[in-house]
């Protein structure tokens, strides 16, 4: 890959001239991505936008876990209304790709190309892997962090590279983009709040109102999926000081409802040792 650089050298062009687009075109594709509320609809829409301005066969938006050193997947979108996925973007260690991690850490964006007998040996081998001759990563920045990644992927011989041009117009999308994003991502830790409150609020009610024990596990159950969005079921056990009994459990998916616990404490396990 080459390294990250705000200026890559010109090559060959996009499949839209960029010399051609006007102040209206750049206006609409902004106003497009600060529409949608929802996180995954801002990645997707700049996505959708990205690929009308700059051409391309795929475009990646992820977000960046700081703390796990990992890239995940927020949205992808592809050039070719017919294609639906490659199963190409997901999850990966930062460590196992240094130019990406550069373009994180240090913002500016970078690009890569299969043919590029000078590029980073693993960056080359996941373009291979994912059927694409080049791409081009750019950083999305918050007002006062990097929050995630861009990944823009041609898959035309031979290797595309992205002119000047045209990484500045990514860039001028990617800052907008950045903005709308971390105001999803606010707006969704507060709805996430609100919706706990509202549990915890509704399960105490249940639990000082309520006699009968199965109303109050059913309560908790609720409130603790409500609480725990990504969480698949939860279990109650009460214990009597020696051993753990199977109270009543809840999954997510109700589909997956069954009538006892999807497995038994070990006495020698983690639930135990908890509840002694």
């Known amino acids: 890959m080459n390294a990250p650089t705000a200026s890559p050298p010109a090559g060959q062009p996009g499949n839209l001239p960029l010399s051609g687009l006007d102040s209206r075109t750049l206006l609409d594709a902004v106003a497009a991505i600060a529409m949608p509320v929802e996180v995954v609809d801002i990645a997707a829409e700049t996505a959708r936008q990205l690929l009308a301005l700059l051409g391309g066969d795929a475009c990646a938006i992820s977000r960046w876990e700081e703390q796990d050193n990992a890239v995940s997947l927020w949205a992808e979108v592809y050039g070719n209304q017919e294609t639906t996925t490659k199963n190409q973007f997901s999850p990966f260690d930062l460590r196992e790709f240094p130019i990406t991690a550069q373009v994180l850490r240090i913002g500016v964006p970078a690009q890569i190309q299969c043919d590029d007998p000078a590029a980073d040996s693993a960056e080359r081998a996941y373009l291979q892997k994912v059927g694409s001759q080049?791409?081009?990563?750019?950083?999305?920045?918050?007002?006062?962090?990097?929050?995630?990644?861009?990944?823009?992927?041609?898959?035309?011989?031979?290797?595309?590279?992205?002119?000047?041009?045209?990484?500045?117009?990514?860039?001028?999308?990617?800052?907008?983009?950045?903005?709308?994003?971390?105001?999803?991502?606010?707006?969704?830790?507060a709805n996430q709040r609100a919706t706990e409150m509202e549990a915890l609020?509704?399960?105490?009610?249940?639990?000082?109102?309520?006699?009968?024990?199965?109303?109050?596990?059913?309560?908790?159950?609720?409130?603790?999926?409500?609480?725990?969005?990504?969480?698949?079921?939860?279990?109650?056990?009460?214990?009597?000081?020696?051993?753990l009994h199977f109270g009543a459990a809840r999954w997510a998916n109700p589909t997956e409802q069954r009538n006892g616990p999807f497995a038994e404490p070990r006495q020698d396990g983690l639930t135990y040792k908890v509840a002694r």
Not at 139 to 161: C, K, V
Not at 214 to 238: C, E, G, R, Y
């Open 134 to 189: 080049s791409a081009l990563m750019l950083p999305l920045h918050g007002r006062h962090r990097t929050l995630g990644l861009i990944e823009l992927y041609d898959d035309q011989p031979p290797s595309r590279r992205f002119t000047p041009e045209e990484i500045t117009l990514a860039q001028v999308i990617a800052s907008h983009a950045g903005l709308a994003l971390e105001r999803g991502i606010l707006l969704q830790a």
């Open 201 to 243: 609020r509704h399960a105490s009610l249940t639990l000082t109102s309520g006699m009968e024990l199965k109303d109050v596990f059913q309560a908790v159950l609720a409130a603790s999926l409500k609480i725990s969005p990504h969480a698949s079921n939860v279990h109650i056990f009460t214990y009597d000081g020696l051993r």
